[in-house]
């Protein structure tokens, strides 16, 4: 979903301040949301649109896959487990 399709889906101008997209996120989800008898797809795709909305575009294409291989990749995840790890059981000086 890109910026103006997630605005469309919000009903928010495409360089809507965060408040404002907050709002009409709030807004949509009461009305979508499955626990009061909404459509499980419109509110996935409501939070999607609040997604894209709020985090700023990446500066290129390969800040974003190095974005989601830091974020994402199991071998990384596995490295800062171990850091953490080793923190908790370092003693102090």
Avoid: S
């Avoid at 919000?10 to 949509?28: C, D, I, Q, S, Y």
């Avoid at 949301?33 to 499980?40: I, R």
């Avoid at 996935?44 to 575009?57: D, G, I, K, S, Y």
């Amino acid at each position: 979903m890109d910026r103006v399709d997630a605005a469309r889906e919000l009903g928010v101008p495409v360089g809507a301040p965060p408040t404002l997209v907050e709002k009409a996120f709030r807004r949509a989800v009461r009305l979508r949301h499955p626990d009061v008898g909404g459509d499980a797809a419109a509110f996935r795709r409501a939070t999607e649109a609040r997604a894209v909305l709020l985090c700023p575009p990446p500066a290129d294409p390969l800040t974003r896959v190095v974005t989601v291989i830091v974020r994402y990749h199991p071998a990384v995840r596995l490295v800062e487990a171990l850091a953490r790890v080793v923190e908790r059981r370092t003693p102090p000086r």
